[in-house]
C-alpha cells in the first residue's frame, strides 16, 4: 500500500495551485497537521460533520476540500466548529483545503472544466471567472439540455432572456457578483448562487443565467485534483459526495 | 392634493431611522434628487427598471426602496445601472434608500415585525438580528404553518433539527451569518438567505433553520414606513410589489 | 461622415493612457455612458455645465476631459452634480476622463509638452513630474518671457530665487506639494496652483517658481490626445476653451 | 518679568482647544521642546524662516503658530525643513502649534470670528465651517465693501452669482472643499483659497463666493489666543505678521 | 463538590473585566470549549504543555490563563499550537484567557497590584500603566530591596539614574515602549521587559529602570481573579506556577 | 586627507543595500543632513547620546547606524530624542541609518555573516532569517563553544533541546518571533532576544534556541559596511563600540 507524507503532498499541490497568486479568504494548504504519513484521502466539497465522519468510515486519513475553515481572526474554537476540528484531532486526521486556486486554475479549476464539458472553446478569464465561446450561436433550449444533463440531478434555475446561446461566462459557487465585470462580454452566465437582485440584473442586461447550485458548480476542480494525486502517487483517493443542493 | 418636499421628507426618516447608527453598504436618505415638491409615493423592496416603471404608470414622483444603489466607488455610469439612473432623471423622479436601519429598527424593522406577526416576546437585539420568546415551546409542524401562513405564497426552505420552538432569532435577507452570533441563545432561525455550508451548521448547532426568501423577509419595514408616512403627512403612498421568489 | 464605437475608443485611449499604472483619484475612462455610437467629440479641461452646453450647440456627443468626476464614495446624485449627469444624460451624450495619465504620460503628457516647448530637454521623470535642462544656463527673465508667451494671456505669479535657470521640474495643475521631491534636482518649477507656504519654502530652497494657473497648465494633454484621436480615427475632434484664470 | 512654564502653557491650552476632539494632520500641541522657562511669546499664522529670525530679533523665545509642521512620517530632517528646525534648535526655541482647533473653536477660532466681526449671528457648525445669518438680507456690494475692510490690504477674488446675501458660511484657509456640505444652506461662501473649479461650481450653486486669502483668514484665530495668554498669565506676546498674499 | 458553567464563569468575568474597553491582541474569554460544566480551576500566567500537563495531574478542567492564544489570522493548526490544543481538546478542557484586562484593571490588574505591595498610593493611569507615588522620596537602595523582596527569587535588572524614588510608573510584562508616554511623570519604572535601547533611554531621561521579568510581573493579576472566582463561587482554584526567568 | 559627498554616499549604499525591497521601521538613508562633506565616518549599532558624545570626540562627522530613529508619526521633538537630535545639530553631523538592509543582505548582512562564521553553508533565505547547514551534523556541547568564542564576552542564555546540530537558523536582533516561520526547517536558533514564551516552545518545538544578545548580534552588518566604505573610498572609517550586555 503507497504511503505519501503530508509536506510533500503540501509542496506538490502548491507548486500546481500556486495559492500566492490570490487573496483569498481561507489559509490554501495544510490547516489542521494530522499524522504526517497518509495512506488514502478523502476529496470533497465541503468540510463538516458528515463528511468527516463518512470519510473515517472510509479509513481515510486526509481530507482535501474546496471549502475549509475560512476567516481571519483571533483563535476561537466554539460550538459547532469546535466539534469539527476536535473529530479531526481525535481521529489523527490532516485537513487540507484550496479556494480560490481550485475555481481559477487555467488546468484543473472548476470554471474551465464546466466550460470545456460544455464544448465551448476557451477564450478569456477575468479574475477566476472564465469566458468560452461557440463557433456559432446554438439555441439556448439545446444548451440548457446540455447544462441540465452536465449537472444532472442538480434543479436548475433559469433567467432567459437571449434566444441563442454563443459566449458563456462560468463563475463556480458564490459568482453572481462577478457578473457585472463581463456585462458586455457574454450572452449567458453560470454560476452557482442567485441573490435578489439577480432577476432584474440579467433582464436588463439581456443575458441568460443559470444557477447550476453552489455545490454542484464546484465538484469539478478538486476531483480533477484528486485525479491528479492518485496517477502521481499511486494513492487511493475517494471523492466523498456529500451532496447539497444548495 | 397634498405634497410634500423631499428634504422635510428626508430629515424627518432620519429622525426616526438614524442611519448614524449603521455601518451601512450604501447612502442612506436620498440617492438621486429629483422635483423638490412630490405628491405620490412608491414604496418597494428594490430598485430596478421594473419598479421605476411600475411607478411611472402609478404617477409617483418619489421612490422609496429598501435596496437602492450600493457600494462605495469611484463615479462610473454604464450599462444596466446607467439605464435605472436614466429613467429616474428622465421623469425627474427622487430616489431614497434605507437599508439596515430597516432591518434592525426596534418599531418599525423586518426582524421586529416578523417576530411580532409570530407572536414571539421580543426578548434581545444582536447587531441587527432580534430574538423572540414563546412562554411556552411550541412544536415545530405548528410554528412552520404560521411561517409558512405570514409568509405566503413564498415557497420555504427548511432545516428541521428540533421538534419545538421557544426561542427564535430573525434576520431579514442575506442573515445566513449571522446564525453564528446567536448559535448558543436559540433554536430556531428565520432569515431570508441559505449558502451551501447553512445546512450542515444547522445540524450540527441542532438548531431549525427556516429560508422564508430574501424579498419575502424585507417587505415589513418599507410597508410600516409608508404607512407612517402617510398617516403623518397625509399623502399618497403606495406598495409596489414587484415579487421576487428569491 | 466618420462614426466610431465608444468602448473601441476607451480600449484605444486605454491601451495608450495606461491609466492601470496610476493609483488616481477617480475611474479613468467612460464615466457615463451614452450614445454607442458618436459623431463628434469635445475636448476640454474640465467637466462642468458651460463646457457642456457648449459641447451641445457645437454637436458633440461625446465629452473627452481631464477633470471628470472625482471621488470615492457611496452613490449619491444632488445638487450642482446632478444637474451636470441629468444634462449628459438627457442628451444622450458620453462622459471619459483621463487625470492623472494625462499629467504623466511621456508623450502626450501635459509636463512633457510644457518642457519641450520651452527647448528643454527631457532629463528625469519623479513620479508624475518631467525635470528637463537646458545645456547651458539661461537668465531668468529670459526664462519667464518665453513662460509667459507659452501660457498668454494667463497672467503668471513668479517668486525669483536665481538669476538663472538650468534645471525646471513642471509638475501642471494641483502640483505645488511636489516640489519637496525635486528639491535638490532643480532650480526653477513651474506648476498650476500656489499655497500659502510655498512662497517661503522656494525662497529657503533658493528654487525659481511660476504658478501658470492649473487650467492653463493643463490644456497640453487633452489637446494632444484630441489630435492624436482626430488622426488615427477621421472623425471631427474640438478642443471647447472655457478659460479660466486660476 | 514674567516667566511661564512650556508644559504648564500646553496643557493650559489643551484644556481651552481640546486637541483631541479633531482628526487633524499634525501634532497640535509642542512639536519641538526648547527652553522651559519662557518669558516671551511670538504668535504667528506660519512657521518659516522668516518668522523664526523676526521671533528671534524680538527676543521671543517660544513660537506658537497655527501652522507648524505638518505630516506622519518616519523621521526624516532635510533640506529647508533641517534648516528651520536647526534654526528654532540653536536658538533653545520651543515651537508650539495648534491647527484645526483653532479654525473651529467656538469662542476663539478663525470662522465665528470672522462671522462676528460682519456683524452675522451664529447660527450653525457643519463640521469646523461656521454658519451666520443677518435677521435682513444685505446687498452683496454691501456685504463686499464690509469683507474687503474686515481683510484690507488682501486683494479679494469675488464671483456674484445673487444680488443678496443672508445666510453666510465662513471656513478659513483651504477651505473650498467644504462648500458641497453646506450648499443648501448659503448663500455666500468666503474661505481663503479657490480652485480651478470652483468658479464653475458657484456659478452652478448660484451661491457668492470670495476668496480673502489663506493667510488673510487665518490671522483671527492665533491672535485670540494670543491675547488669552496675555491676559491669563501677564506674560509678553507678539503678534509677527509676516503676510501673505496667498 | 461545587460545579460551574463555563458560560455563566465567561459572563462574571467579562463583566468584571470589561475585555470591550481594550484594543487587544487575543480574543478575550473562552479561547477553546470543552465541558460545560467544570469542578476545578488551574490558574497560569502562560498557556503552554506544562501548564496543561500539570493542569490535567492536578484534575483541572479549565485553564485560566493571561497569555493564550495570540494573533488575528487564518485558521492554521500546526506544529506546538497544534499538539498544545489537541491536548486541551482530548483532555476535554476548556481554555480562557484574558490579556490586557488583567493588566489595566483598576482593582484586580497587575499594574495596580505591584503600586500597592510597595506602599505607593494610585496617582494616575496612562493607558495601561499605573503611576503611584510616596509621600516623600526614599532611598533608590531602599526602594531596590522593597523590589528584591516583591518578587523574590526573580534576578532583577536594574539601571539606577536617581538616588531617590518618589514617584513610580508601573508596566507589567512587555511594557518597556511604554517609558516614552510617561517620560516627564516619573523617576523610577518597573517592567517586565528589557530592550537593547532601554539602557541608554533611561540614563538620558535619568530614570530608574528595574526589569523584574515579563513572568514575575504578571503573577499578581491572574492569581486576584483566580481568589475572587474561589469566594465567589466556592469552587476549587489552583494556581501552577511554572516558573519563568524571562 | 579623503572627503566625500554625504549625498554621493547615499546613493552608493543605497545601490548596494536596496532599501526599497524591505518593508521596514524607519527611514533607510539620510535621517538628519548636516555638513554635505564629511571626512570621518563613525559607525555602530545604536544611535544614542554617549554613542553621538564618543562620535563627536573621535572627530567623525558622519554617524553611520543600524538603529537610527524608528516610528512612523507626526513631527514631534521632544525629551531624550530632541536631546540627542540637538547635539547631532549642533554639531553639525549628518545622521544615516540602515535597519533591515543590514539584517537580511546577501553578502554584507548580520545573519549572513554569523552562519559563515560558524563554517555553516548557506542554504536558504527565510524573510531575513538565514539557515545554514553543516554537511555532517556535530554535538551542540561544541557548537555552543564555537558560539561563545564568536560572541565573546556577551553571556548566552540557552536552552537545549538536541544533542545534535546540523542546520541553524539566524536572526539577528529581536527576532523571536520569526522562529515559527522556520519551525520545520532547523534544529537550531539564534537571536538577540528572548521572550517569556520562547522557553516553553522551543521545548516544544525540540529546538536548541541560543540568545546571544541584540547588540552582539548586530555588531557584524555595520562593521562590514563601514570596511566596505573605507575600501572603496579610502574615508577614515571608526567603529565605535556602546558594548550592551542586552
Known amino acids: 500500500m503507497m504511503a505519501i507524507n503530508i509536506f510533500e503532498l503540501e509542496n506538490f499541490l502548491n507548486s500546481i495551485l500556486k495559492p500566492w497568486d490570490y487573496d483569498d479568504f481561507c489559509h490554501n494548504g495544510i490547516q489542521i497537521e ?3 504519513t497518509i495512506n ?4 470533497g466539497v465541503s468540510f463538516n460533520e458528515e463528511f468527516i465522519s463518512t470519510a473515517i468510515k472510509e479509513n481515510c ?20 466548529l469546535k466539534r469539527r476540528v476536535e473529530k479531526v484531532i481525535k481521529n489523527n486526521l490532516t485537513l487540507m483545503a484550496y479556494h480560490l486556486p481550485l475555481d481559477g486554475h487555467e488546468e484543473y479549476g472548476n470554471n ?9 472553446n476557451i477564450k478569456e478569464k477575468v479574475d477566476v471567472t472564465f469566458i468560452g465561446e461557440y ?6 433550449m439545446d444548451f440548457h439540455k446540455q447544462v441540465e444533463k452536465l449537472f444532472n440531478p442538480q434543479p436548475l434555475l433559469v433567467y432567459q432572456n437571449n434566444k441563442f446561446v454563443k459566449t458563456v461566462g462560468v463563475c463556480s459557487g458564490g459568482g453572481s457578483s462577478f457578473l457585472e465585470s463581463v456585462e458586455n462580454k457574454i450572452d449567458t452566465f453560470i454560476t452557482g448562487e442567485v441573490k435578489e437582485q439577480t432577476r432584474n440584473i440579467v433582464a436588463e442586461m439581456g443575458i441568460n443565467f443559470i444557477n447550476a447550485g453552489h455545490y ?8 480533477n485534483i484528486g485525479d491528479l494525486i492518485r496517477n502521481s502517487f499511486g ?8 451532496y447539497n443542493e444548495i
Chains 1, 2, 3, 4, 5, 6 share one sequence.
Not at 486519513?61 to 459547532?80: A, R
Not at 463557433?135 to 439556448?140: S, V
Open 40 to 43: 488514502k484521502i478523502a476529496v
Open 61 to 80: 486519513d486526509l481530507l482535501l476540500v474546496h471549502h475549509g475553515i475560512f476567516g481571519k481572526d483571533f483563535f476561537e474554537l466554539k460550538g459547532y
Open 112 to 120: 474551465v472544466s464546466i466550460l470545456k464539458s460544455l464544448n465551448l
Open 216 to 223: 454542484s458548480t464546484e465538484v469539478f476542480g478538486i476531483k
Open 34 to 36: 494530522g499524522a504526517h
Open 235 to 242: 494513492i487511493e483517493v475517494e471523492f466523498i459526495d456529500i
Open 135 to 140: 463557433e456559432d450561436p446554438i439555441l439556448f
